[in-house]
């Protein structure tokens, strides 16, 4: 199995920045794509954004131009610079990762998540 630990979250004032990191770790053979997501109660789970192992990424709308997605491929963790944060931004953000084990079966895990909190 992988493991995929977030940390970076906190509360800060609208407009303001955080920096999300997650970790993962386990018997990795590759990580094809790994991507953040946020959920708030009662509502799903959303892709916030994505990266693959070449470097494409993939954002919601509501999030161009404000947060910006970057991974280091030989470290295997991924990152979510976050700035002009807007209250709707509040929610708590998940890091997944997608790719192959060393037994060569795929796998598809999730961290346990962080909140961000932003004021209004």
């Known amino acids: 199995q992988v493991q995929l630990v977030e940390s970076g979250g906190g509360l800060v004032q609208a407009g303001g920045s955080l920096r999300l990191s997650c970790a993962a770790s386990?018997?990795?053979?590759?990580?094809?794509?790994m991507a953040w997501y946020r959920q708030t109660p009662g509502k799903q789970r959303e892709l916030v954004a994505a990266i693959t192992s070449d470097g494409t990424t993939n954002y919601a709308d509501s999030v161009k131009g404000r947060l910006t997605i970057s991974r280091d491929n030989a470290k295997n963790t991924v990152s979510l610079q976050m700035n002009s944060l807007k209250p709707e931004d509040t929610a708590v953000y998940y890091c997944?990762?997608?790719?192959?084990?060393?037994?060569?079966?795929?796998?598809?895990?999730w961290g346990q998540g962080t909140q961000v909190t932003v004021s209004s």
């Open positions: 386990g018997r990795i053979y590759y990580i094809n794509a």
């Open positions: 997944n990762a997608k790719g192959r084990l060393l037994n060569r079966n795929g796998f598809d895990d």
